[in-house]
């Protein structure tokens, strides 16, 4: 019997292949509570080395079948992110403890807010957190449900297939890269928290700056 860790991709991948990809990306791109803790970068850009390994320890995936899951993952778990938020996701997120939950869900509405409903849903699909909790926001604001399933099915598509091809021409270009992979997730790790930082520094500095005493 195989021990699946499913907040490790290597583990997911080995265990389940391209049909973990898309139950994780589904299950991250809008399910409340549970997608927090599934990796999401970490797992296509992994999967996408693994395309082109030719290490003897690494899973052997097929490109076109983890680009498929990835899309249909993507794009399915916003949809349904979506539909969770409109029949109760305010009541989930009021009554929910979790301070990541809750921080997420504020970038998430500062997101939509300042970027509009369109390049909201873009951006967002890059940064951890916000992505899983940005789709059921916009169902309980009521964003349009035509605007939302145009712009997070471009959001979603861009995301995944860019970070799976990355995976898969550094896997093509560099020999034995599957022996460094996890520091090649470690940078995915790093880099994915960037936005999540300047974010941060954002507010702070908006914060400062509402709480300056105004000129008499």
């Avoid at 997608?35 to 390994?53: E, K, N, S």
Wanted: net charge positive; aromatic share 6%.
């Amino acid at each position: 019997m195989i021990a699946v860790n499913p907040t490790d991709s290597a583990s997911l991948l080995a265990a389940f292949g391209a049909l973990g990809v898309l139950v994780v990306i589904f299950a991250e791109s809008g399910m409340l509570v549970v997608g927090f803790f599934l990796p999401g970068d970490t797992l296509l850009f992994p999967a996408g080395v693994l395309c082109a390994a030719d290490g003897h320890q690494a899973p052997r995936l097929q490109l076109w079948q983890v680009l498929v899951c990835a899309a249909v993952g993507a794009v399915a778990g916003g949809q349904m992110g979506y539909l969770l938020g409109r029949h109760g996701g305010r009541r989930l997120l009021a009554r929910t403890s979790n301070r990541r939950m809750k921080e997420g869900a504020a970038r998430a509405e500062r997101l939509l807010a300042r970027y509009g409903y369109g390049k909201a849903l873009v951006i967002g699909r890059f940064v951890p957190i916000v992505r899983t909790v940005l789709h059921p926001m916009a169902g309980a604001l009521d964003v349009p449900a035509r605007t939302f399933t145009v712009w997070q099915t471009v959001g979603g598509l861009l995301w995944s297939q860019s970070l799976v091809l990355t995976g898969y021409l550094l896997g093509s270009s560099v020999s034995h890269v599957d022996d460094y992979l996890l520091l090649l997730v470690a940078v995915v790790v790093v880099l994915s928290l960037l936005p999540l930082l300047a974010e941060a520094r954002r507010s702070r500095r908006d914060r400062r700056e509402r709480s300056r005493p105004t000129g008499s």
